[in-house]
Nanobody, 119 residues
Framework: QVQLVESGGGLVQPGGSLRLSCAAS????????MNWYRQAPGKQRELVAA???????NYEDSVKGRFTISRDDAKNTVYLQMNSLKPEDTAVYYC?????????????WGQGTQVTVSP
């Protein structure tokens, strides 16, 4: 089994910054894509940022230029640096990892971390 543990959420003023972390542990051969999603109250979960095993990244339009996704494969950890935060960034943020084990690919989700942007 694999566990994803997120950290780094909290309350921040508009214009502020937060850095989210998501550490994977357990039975892991390797990790392919690692993604960050978010879900605001009353809205569907949306993909915010993605990073492949090769380091290629992709961002949702509203966060381009403000958020940066990165990964440390030695630590099986993905990060989301969030700058210039806006109230509309308020949501629960989830990480997802595609984990390789015994030749198969498994999808795992973290438990979510709350990000609140408010004066």
């Amino acid at each position: 089994q694999v566990q994803l543990v997120e950290s780094g959420g909290g309350l921040v003023q508009p214009g502020g910054s937060l850095r989210l972390s998501c550490a994977a542990s357990g039975s892991i051969d390797s990790i392919n894509a690692m993604n960050w999603y978010r879900q605001a109250p009353g809205k569907q979960r949306e993909l915010v940022a993605a990073i492949t095993s090769g380091g290629s990244t992709n961002y949702e339009d509203s966060v381009k230029g403000r958020f940066t996704i990165s990964r440390d494969d030695a630590k099986n950890t993905v990060y989301l640096q969030m700058n210039s935060l806006k109230p509309e960034d308020t949501a629960v943020y989830y990480c997802k990892a595609l984990v390789q084990r015994a030749g198969l690919t498994f999808q795992y989700w973290g438990q979510g971390t709350q990000v609140t942007v408010s004066p």
